[in-house]
């Protein structure tokens, strides 16, 4: 057994051994956080964007899976700020604070009505508008909404062309502050693929601007998962979180904001076959224009041209990925995990 696995189960160990409720999660001791995983080099360009000494801190447990991480920045804060993410079976919002832990935000937060709905009715993907307002993809109402600072929450689309969404998963925003765009593969529906209730035969990539109607910009990939630009705006990448083609795109973003051909960016099947936990899933980019992506095996690095510089490996199928703090802090949801790493890079927009 590898001491990395070692570690981990060490970790498995000691989470194990307390109690953690769905109101009070646990508060860690904010100076000496449990650490799991390693850094895998392909390149000698990671040491670029990660000090050689980088641990990934697991910073709060208990989720039966974690997604979206988003900052929150907040003047008044003695950090800054506060990170939120999704626990989507468990249909919430978990916020976690430096020093003081983590408890439960909002719930519910991706399914309103009666019942249970599937196994993952929660909210996915979270990014703030522009006025810091919250923008959640919601699975079990099918919508993207924005929860409001002065109370409640408004749908900003839930349909395309009057049919209903499979469940939004990944957002992020156009350079105009306003224009969101966002993928919507089956996951959140009971039946995935399968449920009846789908009113759509493909998996899309869609933009909405203040208008409220969803706009198709592409069908072509199966399972379109997470979502981000390249620092100019000019570029799209776009995760597919199929087992049988474990690939990211990229789409040219023309003038008018709609895309150009999809070509391969990375295919990590053989990885997935292979045995590495997860999928591309939740992505972000730097400053930098390098792309920081989930997937088999942790945290991918690339270049904007598309060189795999190394892997943050956290031993466990990553969800998502988001920068906080000043812009350099990356953190990670990993399964049950809350997670972050210190870079040297710095979030695009930061």
Known sequence: MSNRKLNILSLSVIFSSLIITPANLLAQDSTNFPTIGEIVENDPGIWDVLDKNAKIEVL?????????????????????????????????????????????????????????????????????????????????????????????????????????????????????GETIYFTDPPYGLPKRYDDPRRELDWCGVYRVGKDGKATLLTKEMTRPNGIAFSPDFKTLYVAQSDPKAAIWKSFPVKEDGTLGKGKLFFDATENFKNGLPGLPDGLKVDSNGNIWATGPGGVYIFTPKGKLLGRISTGEKTANCGWGNDGSVLYLTADMYLCRIQTTAKGAGW
Request: proline share 6%; hydrophobic share 25%.
């Open 60 to 176: 709060t447990s208990g989720f039966l899976w974690a997604e979206g991480p988003v900052w929150v920045p907040e003047k008044e804060h003695s950090f800054g700020g506060y990170i939120l993410f999704s626990d989507i079976p468990n249909n919430r919002v978990v916020r976690w604070d430096e020093g003081k832990g983590a408890h439960t935000w909002l719930k519910p937060s991706g399914y309103s009505g009666p019942g249970q709905y599937g196994g993952e009715p929660g909210c996915n993907g979270l990014l703030l508008d522009k006025k810091g307002q919250l923008i959640s993809c919601e699975h079990g109402d099918r919508r993207l909404s924005l929860l409001t600072k002065n109370g409640g929450k408004r749908t900003i689309v839930d349909n395309y062309q009057g049919k209903r969404l499979n469940s939004p998963n990944d957002a992020c925003l156009y350079k105009d």
